[in-house]
């Protein structure tokens, strides 16, 4: 009953920007943690970023720190992820998730997952 849609993704050159957004429905939006996660081809899936149900914490990865903003909207039920200066090291699907997301850990994780939302970055 959780649904979790991403979007936002595409194709942008080294040095670009894009925003991906994320709309939930099927849980009490603004009491959960949320996070981004990507995974690149024939890779694990890794954590991006994360932000406590107020919004008052985040979280970020030291690969994408000072260059990605996590935010959400709790009146939209959305969490958006603001990538500046992409890298083509950033070529990857992009997952929101939530439901068991610690604000407590370096690398959280998640119980529900959307679909993801492709980002190619050129060179």
């Known amino acids: 009953q959780v649904r979790l849609a991403e979007s936002g993704g595409g194709l942008v050159q080294a040095g670009g920007s894009l925003r991906l957004s994320c709309v939930a429905s099927?849980?009490?939006?603004?009491?959960?943690?949320l996070a981004w996660f990507r995974q690149a081809p024939w890779k694990e899936r890794e954590f991006v970023a994360a932000?406590?149900?107020?919004?008052?914490?985040?979280r970020y990865a030291d690969s994408v720190k000072g260059r990605f903003t996590i935010s959400k909207d709790n009146a939209k039920n959305s969490v958006d992820l603001q990538m500046n200066s992409l890298q083509p090291e950033d070529t990857a699907v992009y997952y929101c998730?939530?439901?068991?997301?610690?604000?407590?850990?370096?690398?959280?994780?998640?119980?529900?997952w959307g679909q993801g939302t492709q980002v190619i970055v050129s060179s």
């Open positions: 998730g939530t439901g068991d997301v610690s604000m407590s850990t370096a690398t959280p994780k998640a119980k529900y």
């Open positions: 099927g849980l009490a939006f603004s009491t959960y943690n």
């Open positions: 932000i406590s149900w107020g919004g008052s914490t985040t």
